[in-house]
């Protein structure tokens, strides 16, 4: 839970902010927009790329896919934390990571399909 005063992230279920030591129990939420912490921009709109990041995981290239999960996975906790730079930073990271894995499984697909061609032209007879 965000304390509405001062934007610290507290356990849920705590009745005083850890910070400043707000009382919960008086400040209630009503809507959904209150419920949005200080420093967040309602309408921002960060991509995550967690599907994208676990599809060229599976299947493209494991190693550089899993950097692309760790990245996306950050994205909304930067986001719910009110980080929206480190977000959009981590965005661009799990983007960038999944296009590597894209183009490197692409490369591995194009040289194994050459390979085979190399080998059944080796073992053409005339």
Known sequence: ???????????????????????FRTVMPTTPAAAIPPGYPAGVHVPNYLVFAILVTVLCCLPTGIAAIVYAAQVNGKLAAGDIAG????????????????????????????????????????
């Open 87 to 126: 977000a959009q930073q981590a965005s661009n990271n799990a983007k960038m990571w999944c296009w590597i894995s894209l183009g490197a499984g692409l490369l591995v697909c194009v040289l194994y399909a050459l390979l085979i061609m190399l080998g059944v032209m080796s073992h053409r007879s005339y």
């Open 1 to 23: 839970m965000f304390c509405p005063q001062c934007g610290t992230n507290n356990p849920d279920g705590v009745v005083t902010c850890t910070r400043c030591g707000r009382d």
